[in-house]
């Protein structure tokens, strides 16, 4: 074999391998770039030229999450290359998080774009994504497809020089909001009832305290009246 077919020998068996890498590490992305700038895998969106760096970014506009490690020959100490490796961040990952941590999660971009979301019908920026344009990145209640949520919001790490991503965690409060009425009815209810039952059992032992200065008003008018042979009421110990 040539040098050159040698070569092209030896690349094809790094992307077979690098292929067989990814698919058994459940990897979406895995890229190699040599010393040279010689690309090694073809599904990654980026060329060796200017490889990306590492942390939260968008590739060819969806969002991932990219790790980088410079690969060196353990013997000789010679710089081989750059392994680049990535995950989509896309909606079967941001729903299974959410199914994990009972949160729903989304990616946004500086402009109040939700890039993927868990609370969103499709994978990638639509216009329901858009309805959260006028985020300010602040903890705030929102409402998104017709339900309300309390969303906190914090900066991914990133590339420098790439554009901020945020991550934008929302606990549904549509059921917490219903459970604060009800407790609100239920407590409401039940003070109306014991004020109404305390109102009944005031009158009834107010009547039993004035009932025997009732029974002297009764007999001081019949002797008002001349009948001076009424009988008066004796009470002991009157409260």
Partial sequence: LTREQAASSEADDLRLYLEAFRQ????????????????????????????????????????????????????????????????????????????????QQSI??????????????GEEAGPEAREGAALSFQSQAILLNEK??????????????????????????????ATEKRALLILAGSTALVAILGGFIGIWYVRQLVAPLQRLTAVAEQVSQGDLTAPIPFISNPQ
């Avoid at 942390?55 to 081989?80: C, K, W």
């Avoid at 949520?149 to 606990?171: I, R």
């Fill in 24 to 103: 058994q590490s459940r990897l979406d992305l895995l890229l190699f770039c040599g010393h040279d700038g010689q690309r090694a895998t073809g599904n990654f969106p980026a060329n060796c030229s200017q490889p990306p760096g590492a942390g939260f970014m968008l590739l060819d506009g969806r969002p991932a999450i990219v790790a980088r490690q410079v690969v060196d020959d353990e013997a000789s100490g010679q710089n081989l290359g750059v392994a680049i490796a990535g995950i989509w961040l896309d909606r079967p990952f941001l729903q299974q998080l959410a199914s994990d941590t009972g949160l």
């Fill in 148 to 177: 309300r949520y309390f969303a906190a919001y914090s900066e991914l790490p990133g590339a420098s020089g790439g554009a901020p991503l945020f991550s934008e965690v929302a606990l549904a409060v549509d059921d917490l909001i």
């Fill in 108 to 121: 946004v971009t500086a402009d109040g774009v939700r890039r993927t979301s868990s609370l969103l019908s």
